[in-house]
């Protein structure tokens, strides 16, 4: 049986872009605003890296952009990563308050979950997921866990891997092509609300355990 996590639809939801949140950050209506709340460890420090360059190549291509990031550190940058971060990104920390979470989630044009298909990534199921199909924009993620189940172009924006020049190129289509961000914003609700949900995930537990129980009374 195959029962996934879900968010809760009273706090996570679709919603409109954070523009008063935006302003106060110094983030200005044109620039192009990726959010990403996750802990940076050593598993995962290239792909979080992939971010910051993602973000670096937009700005430096003519795309004004932005990453901002909530979380906590725990393996240091390396200098070249330090200097895009202090151009190109907000480090907002940990945001204990999930209601606040989504305020600032509010602020993003499109969410990235960055990697590629290995190891690591194949047996896990990023836990911002749910959330970020559940708020309402485009969402790009790799060709691995929950990407070998999205349709591309319709549920999301699947890449082979998703690294700092394969986001920035995906990330610069989106945002050039308004029917386009907007039929992935669609499917992305779409997806979130037939997979992400936290009855029908539990109706399967149930069956699983009265199935279980059934043939065990009859053995």
């Known amino acids: 049986r195959v029962f996934w996590p879900a968010v809760d639809p009273a706090v996570f939801h679709p919603r409109h872009r954070n523009d008063a949140m935006r302003a106060v950050h110094g983030i200005a209506p044109n620039e192009i605003v990726l959010c990403y709340h996750g802990n940076m460890h ?11 360059l993602a973000v670096a190549l937009l700005n430096r291509q003519g795309f004004p952009a932005r990453l901002v ?4 550190d725990h393996v ?3 200098p070249e990563y330090r200097r895009w971060i202090a151009d190109f990104s907000i480090d907002l920390g940990y945001v204990v308050d999930r209601r ?4 600032v989630l509010a602020m993003a044009d499109v969410f990235v979950q ?13 836990s ?8 309402g924009r485009p969402v790009v993620l790799p060709k691995s866990n929950i990407g070998l189940v999205t349709r591309h172009m319709e549920d999301a924006w699947v890449l082979d891997d998703a690294n700092g020049q394969n986001i920035c190129a995906a990330v610069r289509s989106i945002c050039s092509d308004r029917a386009l961000w907007q039929a992935l914003k669609d499917g992305a609700c779409a997806f979130g609300q037939r997979h992400f949900s936290w009855s029908r995930s539990a109706a399967v537990v149930t069956e699983l355990y009265e199935t279980i129980a059934r043939d065990a009374a009859a053995a």
């Open 114 to 126: 960055p990697g590629t298909a290995d190891a690591f990534n194949d047996f896990r199921f990023p």
């Open 128 to 135: 911002k997921l749910p959330e970020f199909f559940a708020l």
């Open 42 to 52: 050593q598993a995962n420090r290239a792909e979080i890296r992939s971010l910051y």
């Open 69 to 72: 990031r909530m979380g906590t």
């Open 100 to 103: 606040h979470l989504v305020d």
């Open 76 to 78: 240091a940058h390396e």
